[in-house]
Every structure is written in C-alpha cells, then in structure tokens.
C-alpha cells in the first residue's frame, strides 16, 4: 500500500487529505463544544427550569406551614422549613375534592369521547369525499374555533337554561363539543392526508363499503392523530373555567378548577396551601396522560402542520 502511494502523488494527495479532515473534525468537536454549551444546552436548561418551576412551585407552597407561607421575610420563600401535609389532607379529607376531581374526569372523558368521534366523521368527509366546497367547509370550521368562549357562553347559558340542563355536568358535555370539534376536524384533516388514497382504492375495488374503509383502515392507521386529539381535547375540558363557572352552581357538581376557587378563596382570603395543593393534585391526571402518550402527540402534530 506505501509502495503504490509513492508511485502515484494524487493518492497520496487524497490520503493526507483523509488524514487532514479527520483531524479536523475531531478538533472541530472539541471547539464546538463551547458554543454547543451556550447554543443548545444553555437554553434548553432555562427552558427545562421555566418548565418545571410553577410545578416546584405548587409543591411546595402545598406543603408549607401557614406561617411560613405568610412570612417571607423570616423563612426562604423558594424552600420549605419542617413540611407538612396538613393542606392536602385537609384538601381530601375535609373537602368534596374527590368528588370534584371525579365531575372533571367524567365531564371531560364523555365530551372528548363525543368530540372525537365527530371530528373523525367530519375529518373523512372533508378530505376523502372531496364534495365542491370541502376546503371552504374545512376553513371554516377550524375559523370557529377561534371564536372566544367569552362571547359564546351567554347565548349558551339560554340554551342549557331552557332545555332544563342548568346545573348538571351533562350541560358541560353537550357544550365543551363546540370548542373541541373544529381543532380536532382539522387536526384529524392533516393527518388523513397522510394516508395514501391507494389503499382506500384497493379496497373499493375488493368491495369495501365507505363505513368499512373508514373502521377497518383508516382509523387503525390514523391512531396517533386519534391520541393527539385526544389529548388535546381531554386538555381543553380538564382546564375550561369560563362554562364551568356559568352553568354549574352547586357544590357537588362543580369541576376542579371552579371548585378549588370557590372554596379556598374567601373575599380577599387566599387559602394559597390548599389552593396549590388542589392545582397539583389535579395537574397529576394530566402529566401521566401526556408521559404515556407524548410521543404519538408529537408525530400527529408534526403530520397536520405539514398539511
């Protein structure tokens, strides 16, 4: 191999050349280290931190003495001194909050349930059907999701009010599908695209009805768009405060976050220990739904942007 090298310059040419850029990338990993400190793992710590402090934050107001938690000149305000569980298990045991934490699960798994399987139906539609106007229709369901729900509620409040639904946890059910419906169409309609219309051709040709393609084919393909949308909907109806708070008066019916409000904030009193123990409690649900499912969340999103 030395031999044919020195007979012949332009491998030599090329060898040192190999030789120069392996140097050069392993000197280039150790100069870029410095800027990948500052670039990338800088920012993605502030990031994390800013993530993860109101959570740091909730646990430990929710564990604080009362008096810790009204002196903070005496006591570290970002650290806890002899912790107690006095606020959460006053939270559950002294209060309805089970059965308040049991309202929003119920509320919010019939209304996603319900959502989902209408946005499935009108996202087929839309993108496979391909009637005249479809991309107009798709538009402008996803433009009323932008209607704000401070200028819905009140006309709805004379729905729910004249057909006998004040005050139950079906009102929320029949109500949170107007705002869950159109984001879940239209993110249902981005990941439908994705699917090649080729299999759907191949099964009309072996027979297949529509409603056989869409239970048989589609939605099994189409199951991290169905989660995603899920999630995001299960999101929406766990946190929604404005229709809670107008249709729901009594104690027992209410969801977590009216309730949690209503009950530790008396006037100008803020009951901050049990008020952050409820908000962590209940944020639970939702961190073990996104941890389990983060990943297919990502890929739907990632297939509805591109369309």
Excluded at 180 to 201: A, D, N, Q, R, V
Excluded at 236 to 245: R, S, T, V
Aim: with cysteine; charged share 15%.
């Amino acid at each position: 191999m030395t031999e044919t090298t020195a007979s012949d310059p332009r491998l030599a040419v090329k060898a040192a050349t190999v030789a120069r850029d392996d140097d050069s990338e392993g000197m280039s990993y150790l100069e870029s280290l410095p800027r990948r400190l500052v670039t990338l793992y800088l920012p993605l710590f502030i990031i994390v931190v800013i993530l993860l402090f109101p959570f740091y934050w909730m646990a430990l107001t929710s564990i604080k003495p009362d008096e810790q938690l009204i002196d903070m000149d005496t006591y570290n305000p970002f650290w806890v001194v002899k912790p107690t569980l006095k606020h959460i298990s006053k939270l559950l045991f002294e209060t309805q909050y089970p059965r308040w934490l049991w309202n929003t699960m119920y509320v919010a798994a019939a209304a996603t349930t319900l959502s989902i399987v209408a946005s499935v139906l009108a996202a087929y539609a839309i993108v496979r059907l391909r009637f005249r106007g479809a991309d107009s229709v798709g538009g402008a369901i996803f433009l009323a999701y932008l209607v704000p729900p401070s200028i819905l509620f009140i006309p709805l409040a004379s729905v729910i009010q004249a057909y006998g639904l004040f005050d139950s946890p079906l009102s929320l059910i029949l109500v949170y599908p107007t705002l869950l419906i159109p984001f879940s169409t239209w993110l249902l309609m981005g990941y439908f695209k994705t699917i090649p219309f080729e299999l759907e051709e191949c099964a009309l040709i072996d027979g297949a009805s529509r409603w056989q393609i869409l239970t048989r084919i589609i939605v099994p393909l189409a199951v991290p768009g169905l989660i995603s949308a899920f999630i995001f909907s299960f999101t929406l109806c766990w946190n929604e405060f404005i229709y809670a708070l107008t249709f729901l008066q009594s104690t027992p019916n209410k969801t977590v976050p009216v309730a949690i409000v209503n009950e530790f904030v008396d006037g100008d009193i803020y009951k901050w220990g049990s008020l952050m123990a409820g908000a962590l409690v209940g944020s639970l649900p939702l961190v073990i739904l996104y941890a389990f499912f983060v990943e297919h969340y990502v890929s739907a999103m990632t297939g509805a942007v591109k369309e």
